[in-house]
């Protein structure tokens, strides 16, 4: 997944480039008294270190303004490479190192809880886990998402529907498996591929939608919650009590 961070170093080596390349053309038509075509002309085979053809340098103030012109264009072109190669490899170097710092803590796990899924629910439910002093991992497919956790706290940046990757987060070994997934198909799957792996963990599963809940208890699920009726049935709660104290239901 390409990070913010990634467009914004897009958007400089673009920036720089145009800024030299404006420089360039504007410097060899007060220098070498080019019109602006040439100038520009003589800018790009500069920056770009092709050797002149023509138009070529008559002034030493002009050889001294290329030889400049050429020390940034080349270190622009070195900046620019070191983007593309972590836009392309970056991501699987970044995740791969992501998964051998945690590896040993991992390992040392035991009667854990699993957390897929570090949306809006996924942290929240990350946070009360943290809170309580609960071990847990989380697994998560968005690079984005995962940012948010605490450095201390064991990730897995893959797709908790597949063997694999519960199965590097201790499946084996885990007491609760946490599913905060908003795709209702991709937690029914990740239930039915948990209660293979472990059929005597404890499956707590997120529905988004009511009239799955059902689907989801039949296939393995140990409880079910609904965020939104959850929520509902808990401010209800509150309206019926008006002499409770005001505050923020959380």
């Known amino acids: 997944m390409v990070r913010l961070a990634d467009f914004v170093h897009v958007a400089e080596v673009g920036f720089l480039l145009g800024l030299l390349i404006m420089a360039g053309t504007v410097g060899f038509m007060v220098l070498e008294g080019l019109p602006p075509l040439e100038a520009l002309h003589l800018t790009i085979q500069t920056i770009t ?7 070529t340098i008559e002034t030493s103030a002009g050889r001294m303004f290329s030889n400049g012109l050429m020390l940034f264009g080349v270190g622009i072109a070195l900046y620019a490479f070191w983007i593309l190669m972590d836009l392309s490899v970056g991501g699987h170097i970044r995740r791969t190192l992501g998964r051998h710092s945690y590896r040993k803590e991992l390992m040392g796990m035991k009667r854990h809880v699993i957390v897929c899924g570090y949306d809006r629910v996924g942290q929240a439910a990350g946070e009360r886990l943290q809170a309580s002093g609960r071990e847990f991992v989380v697994i998560c497919k968005s690079e984005e998402d995962l940012q948010q956790l605490p450095e201390s706290v064991p990730r897995l940046f893959g797709d908790a529907t597949e063997e694999e990757t519960l199965k590097e987060a201790g499946i084996e070994r885990a007491d609760t498996v946490l599913i905060a997934f908003g795709d209702d198909s991709d937690t029914i799957l990740t239930i039915v591929t948990a209660k293979a792996l472990n059929p005597d963990a404890r499956i707590i599963a997120r529905a988004s939608h009511k009239e799955n809940t059902r689907k989801m208890v039949t296939v ?5 919650v609904v965020p939104e009726v959850v929520g509902g049935r808990r401010m209800a709660d509150h309206a019926a009590r008006p002499e409770e104290k005001a505050g923020v239901l959380a």
């Not at 393995?220 to 079910?224: D, M, P, R, S, W």
């Open 220 to 224: 393995g699920a140990t409880e079910v």
């Open 49 to 55: 270190t092709v050797g002149y053809g023509s138009p």
